[in-house]
């Protein structure tokens, strides 16, 4: 599937034939504490990329959650996109039109093995209303089966079996290097490998420190 973050900041998910097999979210980020709500902001564009079950959904909400940042939408490009759920962007087209309509400081690609992806999604829970995502092995629920936040049932989604996950994970290779070169061309493409989402954030967070402490700087 692939993921964005709606208005609210709350994750969701799309189903994988309408996707394509690409997996990105999209995150409009700017500062939100009282003190900059009445200042001019200084807007971070990133865009986190992944194959399906590399964490792209953790990693994000993360983002959004540890710098104290609000989403926002990127513009009429991206808004058809997230109504129809279906994710962007998915081609080299698209990405080159986003790179004409937005300012991207920062493409974070979270690069995880693919045997590691295929045994993480045999135990992978799904909050289907948010795009929650637990696993039973790590970041298990509190209780089986239920969402922390709502106490709503969790799914397993059919196209988590091996056989589906390993078709989706050719489609994305296929799909993806386009972006990736086009992006890595731009000069804003960052790849983050492990084999745990506890192992990348950190990365992650220190790279981004370097982005988005300056804003804050300069808008005080």
């Known amino acids: 599937s692939s993921y964005y973050i709606p208005e609210g900041g709350t994750s969701a998910s799309a189903p994988e034939e309408e996707t394509g097999g690409l997996n990105v979210w ?5 500062a939100s504490t009282p003190r900059e709500s009445c200042l001019m902001f200084q807007l971070f564009h990133a ?8 964490g792209k959904g953790t990693i994000s909400s993360r983002i ?6 609000n989403h926002i939408s990127t ?10 759920r279906t994710g962007f962007p998915r081609t080299k087209f698209q990405g080159e039109q986003l790179l004409k309509k937005e300012h991207i400081n920062v493409v974070i690609n979270l ?5 590691v992806i295929l045994d993480r999604v045999q135990g992978r829970w799904i909050h289907l209303q948010s795009g929650r995502v637990y696993n039973s092995t790590f970041n298990a629920p509190k209780v089986q089966g239920v969402d922390d936040i709502t106490g709503e049932q969790l799914i397993q989604r059919p196209d988590d079996r091996p056989e589906a996950v390993k078709k989706r ?8 290097q386009p972006l990736f070169d086009l992006f890595s061309e731009a000069g804003i493409l960052k790849d983050f490998h492990g084999t745990e989402t506890d192992e990348i954030w950190p990365k992650v967070y220190e790279y981004l420190c370097s982005y988005l402490r300056p804003l804050v700087e300069q808008s005080q």
């Open 75 to 84: 513009g009429d490009l991206l808004r058809l996109h997230m109504e129809n």
């Open 47 to 54: 865009i986190v990329m992944g194959a399906p079950a590399s």
């Open 64 to 69: 959004v959650s540890c710098f104290n940042l």
């Open 169 to 176: 994970l050719e489609n994305y290779s296929q799909t993806s």
């Open 111 to 115: 690069v995880v093995p693919y045997d």
């Open 26 to 30: 999209v995150v409009g980020l700017t």
